[in-house]
């Protein structure tokens, strides 16, 4: 199919072209601003000057899936989990996390990556790299990938304020991390991310906004049960942020609460951001629950696009 020059509305974006995504787009004699309609995949492209740029599937119920495949400029998704096997009644509220309350340090540090299984390592069927993503001490996003020593100590070459999450990349064969495998601030002592045996992925719930981005929260997942014996719980979640960082106090923009004798699981979409569900550059933001029985195990996800400022 040629590339046809139109001057038409589609979708109330203002089109100049059309063609097939197979086809070849103009570079040279167009404006900046003009648009190229995609017949066959619905999408719009506008031409910057330099590129065309896919402004946004038209077909709504692909734009989350547009992002996630990073088809939209300028965005991506990210999911946050937060797991915690067993908490007791007297515990209070308490981070939904592998490792309990995070300690959030003041400085950036590296960070000791161990496993507490001699399989995650060179020659062994368990974890053999694990990415570590977070971001530095102004806040700006950083990754690195790890090569696991079993339980010995493997220093990250980079320091991090925060460390977002943990991921096993490689394996030896038995398809995940074999045993528990921490992040740990190297001067402070304090954990700070925990991948859980055979999980893959950490679940601390908690995530730094990385700088030059702004967080958009859209759906949140609740799950509550009894992991041995007695009654149902009654667990509350809170979701809490500190807007900017840690200059700021923790507010509670978010509350749930399950009665498992009831139903374990709950699902909140979010239909359009708010200032409520908008999280700021640096922003720090934590998943909390509190539960009336001991061994409940309490879970949370967390799915947000991230946004260029």
Do not use: C
Request: charged share 20%.
């Amino acid at each position: 199919m040629t590339v046809v020059r139109v001057k038409a509305y589609v979708s109330e974006a203002r089109v100049h072209m059309f063609g097939l995504a197979s086809d070849t787009k103009p570079t040279t004699g167009v404006n900046i601003g003009e648009r190229f309609w995609e017949t066959d995949t619905g999408d719009i492209y506008s031409w910057s000057g330099t590129a065309w740029l896919l402004e946004v599937g038209t077909r709504a119920q692909d734009f989350k899936l547009d992002v996630a495949r990073g088809r939209v400029p300028g965005m991506s998704t990210v999911v946050l989990r937060g797991h915690n096997p067993s908490q007791t009644a007297a515990s209070g509220f308490v981070d939904v996390s592998e490792f309990g309350d995070l300690t959030y340090l003041s400085s950036a540090e590296t960070m000791n990556i161990v496993s507490d299984s001699t399989s995650d390592d060179a020659g062994q069927t368990g974890t053999l790299t694990v990415l570590v993503d977070g971001v530095d001490g102004d806040h700006v996003a950083q990754t690195e990938v790890v090569v696991m020593n079993g339980t010995t100590n493997v220093l990250t070459a980079k320091s991090y304020l925060r460390v977002n999450t943990l991921v096993g990349l490689t394996d030896g064969g038995a398809g995940w991390n074999v045993g528990a495998i921490t992040a740990t601030a190297s001067s402070a002592g304090t954990i700070q991310q925990k991948i859980g045996a055979t999980s893959g992925v950490s679940a601390g719930s908690h995530y730094t906004v990385p700088a030059g981005k702004t967080a958009h929260v859209f759906k949140l997942e609740f799950n509550a049960t009894k992991s041995s014996g007695g009654t149902a719980p009654v667990v509350e979640f809170h979701a809490l942020a500190r807007p900017g960082g840690s200059a700021r106090s923790w507010l509670r923009f978010f509350d749930k609460k399950i009665d498992a004798a009831v139903a374990n699981e709950l699902d909140v979409d979010l239909p359009f951001p708010t200032s409520d569900t908008q999280l700021t550059e640096k922003s720090d933001f934590r998943m909390t629950a509190d539960t009336d029985q001991n061994s409940t195990e309490a879970a949370t996800r967390m799915y947000l696009f991230l946004v260029d400022n």
